[in-house]
């Protein structure tokens, strides 16, 4: 049983909030449909957990608005104001600012063959991924934070 499922059963709503936020930093494309099932579950039981957004910050219903630092942005936003829509547009904007990972092909890398991307770019292309891990670390503390505050 995941933490998500397990907080939404005991009805923990800091433990859901939580959850939801690591889903979306872990997997900005929610490839197994978690945290949708968890809001269709959130909605099913009656668990009153959502905030009323704030306003703070926009919610943009362009797409051409959609990158991955207004998707940062958004996770950051949620930790103080979890908005049902803030949550649902965060969905919507990692699928399209992550989108080139989720069609991209996993090639084969080892020591002995480093990726294309790297020799390409000199090697740069992982600093997106650490900023995404580093990002993802940030919001994993602050939602133990709450959980613990």
């Known amino acids: 049983m995941s933490k998500l499922t397990e907080a939404i059963q005991t009805k923990n709503i800091r433990g859901i909030k939580s959850a ?3 889903y979306l930093s872990a997997d900005p494309l929610d490839r197994s449909g978690e945290i949708k099932q968890a ?3 959130i909605d099913a039981t009656g668990i009153a957990m959502w905030e009323q957004h704030d306003g703070t910050t926009p919610l943009f219903t362009e797409s051409v608005k959609w990158t991955k630092d ?3 942005e958004l996770q950051a ?3 103080t104001n979890f908005s049902k829509e803030g949550v649902e547009l965060a969905l919507k904007v990692g699928r ?3 989108r080139e990972e989720l069609n991209r092909p996993k090639e084969p890398t080892g020591p002995s063959r480093p990726s ?3 020799q390409s770019k000199g090697g740069n292309d992982d600093a997106g991924k650490y900023m995404m891990a580093g990002a993802a670390v940030v919001v ?4 133990l934070y709450l959980i613990l505050k």
């Open 20 to 22: 939801i936020l690591a």
């Open 96 to 98: 399209h600012a992550y």
């Open 39 to 41: 809001i269709a579950t």
């Open 140 to 143: 994993v503390g602050i939602a």
């Open 70 to 72: 207004y998707f940062a």
């Open 116 to 118: 294309s991307k790297s």
């Open 77 to 79: 936003h949620l930790i």
